[in-house]
C-alpha cells in the first residue's frame, strides 16, 4: 500500500459510518442534500441491445421555512426531480424537470423507507424491488426493478470520502443490476421492454469543499461485476479527489483509494445550445484494468437552470475492454464544465 493511502486509511471516519437498513433507504431532512438517483438502460425482451436510456433524479434539499414551522404548506423541504429519456437509434434526449416544496401525501420524500414523490414521479421501495413512475414530454415510464443482491455500500462501510479533510464526506450506497421490465409509451407508441438499472442514494453535509465540480460512471457490467469510479476536479481542472468501487459476484466489494483512479478525458464534444465543452469519451484505470468508455451518443445535456441552476451531462455510456469489446453498459454524469453546482 502506498504511503499516501496509508494516511488516508487513517483519516478519522464519523460516528455512527455504518449504514441502517431499512431507515437509511428513507430520507435524512436533517442534511444540507440529499438525492435518489435511479438510471438504466431498456431494450427488447428477447435479450436484444439497448434501445433507450433513462435517468429519474430526486433532490431534497431543506427549504425556507423554519423545521418547527407551525403551518402543514409551510416550505421546508424543496424537492427537484430531473427526468431523461435517450432514444439511442435515433440519438436524441427527451428531459423534464421539476421545483416543489414539499407537501404530505403529494410532494415528499419519507423517513423510515424510500418513498418519494414528485407529484406523479415517484420511487418506493416494495418488498425486495423498487417501482418507478415518470413522464415527459411525449412520454410515460413505468418500472418495475428487482434487487438481487445487499446495497453497495460506498467507500469505508457507507462513507464515502470526497476530500482530505474528514468533514469532507458523503454518506452513500447503491444498488447496481437492478433486474428491470419496463412499460415506456413514446409518441403515442408502447414498448414493452427489459434491462439493467442502477440506483443511487447519497446525503452530505458537505460534498465538493473546494473542488467545482465531478466525473462520475457506473456501469453494470455484462459479467454481473458493476463498477463505480469518480473524481472531483478543481477550478484549474486538477483532480481533487477520486475513489470507486468494484463489485464482484462471490466476492468481497472492493472500494479503491484514489491513487489507485485514473480518468483521463481522450475526446471533447461542444454544446451548441449552452457552448460547453464536455469530455464523452474517456481512458479508465483502476483496480478493474484499463477501459474505455463511450457516450452513446453527444448530445445528452441537461439544462437544469429552471430547477437547481444546473447545467450538466447525463447520459448513456458504452465501456469496453483493452481490446475493443464492449463489456457493460451504464451513465456517465459531468458537472462543474458550465459552472460549480449551486446546490453543492
Known sequence: MKRRTLLLAALPLPAQAALNFPHDFGAHPATRIEWWYLTGLLGDRDGSPPRFGYQLTFFRVPGPA???????????????????????AARRMIKAQRLLRGLPGVVEARVGDCDVRLRDWTLKREGDGYRAAFTGPGFTMELELATPDAPLLQGDAGISRKGPLPAQFSRYYSR??????????????????????WLDHEWSDSVLGSAVGWDWLGINLHD????????????DGTRD??????????????????????????????????GTRWPVEWRLQSPAGELRLLAAFDAQEIDARGSSGLVYWEGA???????????????????????????L
Do not use: C
Open 224 to 235: 454481473g461485476r458493476a463498477l463505480t469510479l469518480f473524481q472531483l476536479r478543481r477550478k
Open 241 to 274: 479527489w477520486a475513489g470507486g468501487s468494484l463489485r464482484t459476484p462471490g466476492q468481497p466489494d472492493r472500494s479503491f483509494a484514489p491513487d489507485e483512479v485514473d480518468m483521463t478525458p481522450t475526446r471533447q464534444w461542444t454544446s451548441p445550445a449552452t
Open 176 to 197: 447496481p443490476q437492478l433486474l428491470t421490465q419496463a412499460a415506456l409509451r413514446l409518441d403515442g407508441r408502447r414498448h414493452s421492454l427489459a434491462g439493467r438499472a
Open 317 to 343: 455510456a458504452r465501456l469496453l475492454n483493452g481490446a475493443g469489446q464492449e463489456i457493460g453498459w451504464g451513465y456517465l454524469e459531468l458537472t462543474g464544465y458550465a459552472g460549480r453546482p449551486p446546490l
Open 66 to 88: 423554519a423545521a418547527g414551522h407551525p403551518s402543514a404548506l409551510a416550505a421546508r423541504q424543496l424537492l427537484l426531480g430531473h427526468v431523461a429519456l435517450s432514444d439511442l
